[in-house]
């Protein structure tokens, strides 16, 4: 038996939950309900759109359409963690700071990528759309928020805590021991997300991806199988990539002399 499919209204009725959240705020007198609205509205334009495109290149299996989707997958995740940062720095460092974002995010996510799809998987063609983009789409998205936690808390532990950073500078200790207790921290933070996530799954929620395989027919056993496999890529994606971010990361706070420059 297929999946069960939804008619239109059908899915409008899925947003009276939008209508309930919104009465709730309304009633808390929490000023969120453009925020809502917006989230919404946004969510549900992005997803026909992808929609779409999706479609047309799962009917014309292309290496340049699948190439070309993974790069802007990329693009939009870098993006975001520019914006999710929020970076309060001085120019030079926020320069150099976004430049090594760029570098551990794509790396992070690429080497996991291919290692998934072309050691686990062992996808053919090597440019299947139908696993490389929403494998990339899990990987890379899971990625942007370990990279973003972890660029966010160790910019604020340097700058808040720059006095212990000096001081140890001071002592004799180079840029990387200096800061190697907020290095830590950050990378605690940057992976507890995905850690949750792994203990919370199969008891406390199904996963997306395993439950729409479920609902499309697919045994369970296998949807299990491939569920496991995706979230240990996720794991190393985010690892890679933080453990990118945070090797290069604390040298924007640094000049060519080693001193502190925020």
């Known amino acids: ?21 919104m009465f709730i705020l309304r009633i808390r007198r929490i000023p969120r309900e453009k925020e ?3 989230a919404s509205i946004r969510m549900t334009f ?46 030079r460092v926020k320069k150099r700071l976004e430049f090594f974002i760029a570098i551990s995010v794509s790396t992070g996510t690429l080497l996991s990528l291919v290692y998934f799809l072309y ?11 139908r696993y490389v983009i929403p494998l990339a789409g899990m990987i890379i998205g899971n990625s942007m928020t370990g990279v973003s936690l972890g660029v ?21 200790a180079r840029p990387k021991d200096a800061v190697r207790m907020f ?29 729409g395989q479920i609902l499309s027919g697919t045994s369970p056993i296998t949807a299990i199988k491939y569920q496991i496999a995706i979230m240990l890529g996720i794991l190393g994606g985010v690892t890679i990539s933080v453990s990118v971010f945070l090797y290069l990361g604390y040298k924007a706070f640094f000049n060519r002399e080693d001193q502190l420059i925020v």
């Not at 209204?9 to 209508?19: N, P």
């Not at 808390?153 to 004799?172: P, R, Y």
């Open 152 to 172: 966010k808390a160790l910019s604020e532990s340097i700058t808040v805590q720059k006095n212990i950073v000096e001081m140890a500078l001071m002592l004799g």
């Open 119 to 129: 050691v686990v998987v062992k996808i053919s063609p090597w440019f299947d759309p």
């Open 1 to 21: 038996m297929g999946p069960v499919d939804i008619s239109l209204i059908q899915l409008l009725s899925a947003y009276v939950f939008v209508v309930a959240l």
């Open 46 to 91: 992005q997803l026909v759109l992808a929609g779409f495109v999706l479609s047309y290149i799962l009917d014309h299996p292309s290496p340049l359409y699948t190439i070309l989707a993974v790069l802007v997958m990329e693009i939009f995740a870098i993006y975001n963690v520019y914006k999710r940062a929020r970076l309060s720095l001085p120019a």
């Open 183 to 211: 290095s830590d921290k950050a990378f605690d933070s940057a992976i507890l997300p995905t850690l949750n996530s792994m203990i919370g799954m199969g008891i406390v929620f199904l996963p997306g991806m395993m439950t």
């Open 36 to 38: 809502v609205l917006v």
